[in-house]
């Protein structure tokens, strides 16, 4: 405050037009007078003047559609150092007006047609890194100058910036004083004058009838938005019996790499265990296209992408000691075509679908049957063709097999490349319902809906062997070949 004690104090609300002194000389002036906006203004400071004046005498404001809203904008900037010059993002940050009214309506077959700007240009670029979030600014101003010299551009301050986006978020800077002290603004001059001034939210505290009828009204409005999105969603949801477990397969053969031959395809198909069943439409085996590969690091890459979907549904039996239920098995065979239309198989190999839902990534490595000898090796090079298998279920354990011990002396095989595949897996089932301390608690599927917890154990121990194979042979392979060869004579 000055030394007169001069006080003003001031109740406004938001975007009203306070006039200041120098507004109000300007605007008296028809011939100043060129926007339609100052127009408006000279008209509401005659309807003012003849109202007896302005109440405020210091204290005005600057609107969202004053030029000084704009101009205060374009000048803000982003470093207070003489020697650094702000960026182009930065330039067009401070200057661009993020206002909803100067936002034009797009037409929508203009929105339609240019959906992708298929050569954008570098100004283009640049451009579309603005934000332009819509934003409505006040200014609460103050005019400092001396007693009885008001109007002078030079004195007036900023006393209080708000800002409202479309999202409904209010910015006040600065904050509502509160239980702080006063803010301080130090005048240049010879008198040093000190102006103190606080901020307070005097608005009106909604009454306890409107805030229920507000909520009346959200609530309305949500259970109207609730029910569109039902009607579009619809209904017709097949729900599982209990004992009963849905699996959907969104699989996709991403790629096949480190094999001999070019031009690769694979051929799969899904063998269900006991207890398993699928839809009569749904289709257990499909091929993909012909592939050829490209280099890659040292392998040669095939990529399919091929994607298929599974459907199948695990029904629930007595649970005994002598049967353990099965998960499905996905096996594959990659083969190779050359322009001679001669096939070779490339390898075989197998998967089991995962019991777990979410995202798996599984690379799945493969092997072929060979022969001793150079003959056959001959025969696969010039004429195609090689060992194949005639049940492919012998990759694992075959669907014929009824004894107790399964030998494989004498059958040789080579590694070749590996396969990767991208599976998404969703389970639908009754039991996910439940939501006892218990049920919550089990991790397996099997153990959700039928209490198969050994199955469940037995899987989880012949993933960590893998998981733990895998690991020793990667880390035999990168150790030097004479220390393998010490270690072992020295075993």
Same mark, same amino acid.
């Given at each position: 405050?000055?030394?007169?004690?001069?006080?003003?104090?001031?109740?406004?609300?938001?975007?009203?037009?306070?006039?200041?002194?120098?507004?109000?000389?300007?605007?008296?002036?028809?011939?100043?007078?060129?926007?339609?906006?100052?127009?408006?203004?000279? %008209?509401?400071?005659?309807?003012?003047?003849?109202?007896?004046?302005?109440?405020?005498?210091?204290?005005?404001?600057?609107?969202?559609?004053?030029?000084?809203?704009?101009?205060?904008?374009?000048?803000?900037?982003?470093? &207070?150092?003489?020697?650094?010059?702000?960026?182009?993002?930065?330039?067009?940050?401070?200057?661009?007006?993020?206002?909803?009214?100067?936002?034009?309506?797009?037409?929508?077959?203009?929105?339609?047609?240019?959906?992708?700007?298929?050569?954008?240009?570098?100004?283009?670029?640049?451009?579309?890194?603005?934000?332009?979030?819509?934003?409505?600014?006040?200014?609460?101003?103050?005019?400092?100058?001396?007693?009885?010299?008001?109007?002078?551009?030079?004195?007036?301050?900023?006393?209080?910036?708000?800002?409202?986006?479309?999202?409904?978020?209010?910015?006040?800077?600065?904050?509502?004083?509160?239980?702080?002290?006063?803010?301080?603004?130090?005048?240049?001059?010879?008198?040093?004058?000190?102006?103190?001034?606080?901020?307070?939210?005097?608005?009106?505290?909604?009454?306890?009838? %409107?805030?229920?009828?507000?909520?009346?009204?959200?609530?309305?409005?949500?259970?109207?938005?609730?029910?569109? $999105?039902?009607?579009?969603?619809?209904?017709?949801? %097949?729900?599982?019996?209990?004992?009963?477990?849905? $699996?959907?397969?969104?699989?996709?053969?991403?790629?096949?790499?480190?094999?001999?031959?070019?031009?690769?395809?694979?051929?799969?198909?899904? %063998?269900?265990?006991?207890?398993?069943?699928?839809?009569?439409?749904?289709?257990?085996?499909?091929?993909?296209?012909?592939?050829?590969?490209?280099?890659?690091?040292?392998?040669?890459?095939?990529?399919?992408?091929?994607?298929?979907?599974?459907?199948?549904?695990?029904?629930?039996?007595?649970?005994?000691?002598?049967?353990?239920?099965?998960?499905?098995?996905?096996?594959?065979?990659?083969?190779?075509? &050359?322009?001679?239309?001669?096939?070779?198989?490339?390898?075989?190999?197998?998967?089991?679908?995962?019991?777990?839902?979410? $995202?798996?990534?599984?690379?799945?490595?493969?092997?072929?049957?060979?022969? $001793?000898?150079?003959?056959?090796?001959?025969?696969?090079?010039?004429?195609?063709?090689?060992?194949?298998?005639?049940?492919?279920?012998?990759?694992?354990?075959?669907?014929?097999?009824?004894?107790?011990?399964?030998?494989?002396?004498?059958?040789?095989?080579?590694?070749?490349?590996?396969?990767?595949?991208?599976?998404?897996?969703?389970?639908?089932?009754?039991?996910?319902?439940?939501?006892?301390?218990?049920?919550?608690?089990?991790?397996?599927?099997?153990?959700?809906?039928?209490?198969?917890?050994?199955?469940?154990?037995?899987?989880?121990?012949?993933?960590?062997?893998?998981?733990?194979?895998?690991?020793?042979?990667?880390?035999?392979?990168?150790?030097?070949?004479?220390?393998?060869?010490?270690?072992?004579?020295?075993?």
């Amino acid at each position: 405050r000055p030394s007169g004690e001069e006080e003003e104090e001031a109740e406004v609300q938001w975007q009203e037009k306070l006039f200041s002194q120098f507004e109000v000389d300007l605007y008296q002036n028809a011939s100043a007078c060129q926007t339609p906006l100052d127009r408006q203004y000279h %008209e509401d400071i005659l309807k003012l003047e003849k109202a007896g004046g302005r109440k405020n005498c210091r204290i005005f404001t600057y609107t969202d559609h004053d030029r000084f809203t704009n101009l205060e904008e374009h000048c803000q900037k982003v470093t &207070d150092s003489d020697h650094e010059v702000p960026s182009y993002l930065a330039e067009r940050m401070a200057n661009v007006r993020r206002r909803r009214q100067d936002r034009k309506p797009v037409e929508s077959s203009s929105l339609k047609s240019k959906i992708i700007t298929w050569e954008p240009s570098e100004e283009f670029i640049k451009n579309n890194h603005v934000i332009n979030t819509p934003v409505q600014t006040m200014y609460i101003m103050g005019d400092l100058g001396p007693y009885g010299k008001l109007g002078r551009r030079e004195y007036e301050h900023i006393l209080c910036t708000i800002k409202v986006d479309s999202n409904g978020v209010i910015t006040v800077k600065p904050d509502f004083t509160g239980s702080k002290g006063p803010y301080r603004i130090e005048l240049d001059g010879e008198k040093r004058e000190v102006w103190k001034y606080t901020i307070e939210n005097v608005s009106v505290q909604v009454q306890p009838e %409107e805030e229920e009828r507000e909520q009346r009204m959200f609530r309305d409005l949500y259970g109207r938005h609730k029910e569109y $999105l039902s009607g579009l969603v619809g209904s017709e949801f %097949e729900m599982t019996l209990p004992g009963t477990l849905r $699996l959907f397969v969104n699989g996709e053969i991403v790629s096949a790499q480190g094999y001999e031959y070019d031009n690769l395809y694979v051929h799969f198909f899904v %063998e269900l265990p006991d207890q398993w069943s699928s839809p009569a439409f749904q289709q257990l085996s499909g091929v993909t296209q012909t592939c050829a590969t490209k280099t890659v690091g040292s392998e040669n890459v095939a990529y399919f992408c091929y994607l298929f979907t599974l459907e199948m549904f695990f029904t629930q039996a007595d649970e005994s000691e002598d049967s353990l239920p099965q998960w499905p098995v996905l096996y594959f065979e990659v083969l190779s075509l &050359d322009s001679w239309q001669r096939y070779r198989v490339e390898g075989y190999g197998s998967l089991v679908l995962p019991a777990s839902p979410g $995202l798996h990534v599984l690379t799945i490595p493969t092997w072929r049957p060979v022969e $001793l000898g150079t003959v056959a090796e001959l025969r696969r090079f010039f004429i195609g063709g090689s060992l194949e298998l005639e049940d492919l279920t012998y990759v694992r354990i075959p669907s014929t097999f009824k004894g107790e011990r399964l030998s494989r002396l004498g059958f040789r095989t080579e590694a070749t490349g590996s396969v990767t595949f991208r599976l998404h897996c969703l389970q639908q089932s009754k039991a996910f319902l439940e939501s006892s301390a218990l049920r919550q608690r089990m991790q397996s599927v099997l153990d959700r809906i039928g209490g198969f917890s050994q199955q469940s154990s037995v899987y989880s121990v012949l993933e960590a062997f893998q998981r733990a194979r895998r690991r020793m042979q990667e880390a035999r392979e990168s150790l030097p070949q004479d220390l393998i060869s010490t270690s072992a004579s020295t075993v």
